[in-house]
């Protein structure tokens, strides 16, 4: 399940259409799922506009702990992050925090 009051948007991304756009406004974004593995798919850019997210697992901070799509590298292209990676399926529960700027989670990626 997603939980967040952050709106869809288009992207121009020929793989991603749509980001859930995470600003500090819009506030937090929550994934729970039934699952041993999860990644999240963000886009990266080297424009200013492009934010940080910090990030827990089951209520621990993630390492590390920020997310930032902000990057010299970054021209549009989605890039993800293993939030966790379990030899067992249990019940996760992932938090996006917006800190700054714009942050567009292109997708989640579950495994059972």
Same mark, same amino acid.
């Given at each position: 399940a997603v939980e967040t009051e952050a709106p869809l948007v288009p992207r121009p991304h020929p793989y991603y259409e749509n980001a859930w756009l995470l600003t500090p406004e819009s506030g937090a974004l929550t994934v729970t799922a039934n699952c041993r593995a999860l990644m999240l798919f963000y886009e990266t850019h080297s424009l200013p506009e492009y934010g940080r997210c910090s990030v827990s697992a089951d209520g621990a901070? /993630?390492?590390?702990?920020?997310?930032?799509?902000?990057?010299?590298? *970054?021209? *549009?292209?989605?890039? /993800?992050?293993?939030i966790i990676s379990e030899d067992a399926s249990a019940e996760h529960t992932v938090r996006l925090e917006p800190e700054s700027g714009s942050f567009y989670l292109l997708g989640i990626g579950i495994c059972e």
């Open positions: 901070p /993630f390492t590390p702990p920020v997310i930032d799509s902000n990057s010299i590298y *970054g021209w *549009g292209n989605a890039r /993800f992050a293993v």
